[in-house]
């Protein structure tokens, strides 16, 4: 199975694996981590 991991934006995260969807609101010190990643 695989998953993917989105970053729409904020600090929204995504996960998408078979079928399902999975929306997630980061709290704000998850913006941080989640520029990092993006950067790199």
């Keep these: 199975m695989e998953t993917i991991i989105d970053f729409?934006?904020?600090a929204k995260?995504?996960?998408?694996?078979?079928?399902?969807?999975i929306p997630t609101d980061q709290p704000p010190q998850f913006e941080i981590v989640t520029?990092?990643?993006q950067a790199s």
């Design 13 to 21: 995260a995504d996960a998408y694996f078979d079928s399902y969807t």
């Design 8 to 10: 729409p934006g904020g």
């Design 35 to 37: 520029k990092e990643v």
